[in-house]
């Protein structure tokens, strides 16, 4: 499961800069593509914030004790 979780969040993140980039690249007279870009630039920001959040809550870190002696 946590691979689909990581793959989910390596697309979010690229659909964010992708779409973000097309957001701010925008020509300003076309109002209707920098606000579908936009929104799709905010959908994968906050489903790569989701993701990424629950990968890292899910991590074991292992911690190694060193014996002074």
Avoid: E, P
């Amino acid at each position: 499961m946590n691979k689909l979780v990581a793959i989910a969040c390596v697309v979010s993140w690229s659909g964010f800069w992708a779409f973000g980039y097309l957001a701010l690249s925008a020509d300003i007279q076309d109002q209707s593509q920098i606000t579908v870009a936009a929104v799709l630039a905010a959908v994968g920001f906050l489903t790569g914030i989701f993701t990424y959040l629950r990968l890292s809550h899910h991590q074991h870190v292992n911690y190694v004790r060193v014996q002074q002696g």
